[in-house]
């Protein structure tokens, strides 16, 4: 059920086209290409199993676990904005 200018629906559009985003920028960060033998980073051996779980990656697991930690930091933004801020 919808209220004000809202379409039956609009919701669950909202909450999908939210999914649907964040699921094409997850594949978006995926590695691709052949994997590294060593980090880009520090330079350290990545191993083998690293190397046939991930297809194409770059990093090891300590540069990688911080790259993904930056990455959050400056993910947590709302692209779309508060219902809030559009009646404005």
Known sequence: MASGWAKDGAVQEQIDSDIDDAVL??????PQGESLSHCLEC?????VARQLAIGGVKLCV????EAD????R?????RRGSKDSQLR
């Open 62 to 65: 300590a540069c990688q676990q």
């Open 43 to 47: 330079d350290e051996p990545i191993p």
């Open 25 to 30: 920028q997850a594949r978006s960060r995926l």
């Open 69 to 72: 930690q930056h990455q959050m």
């Open 74 to 78: 400056h993910a947590l933004m709302n």
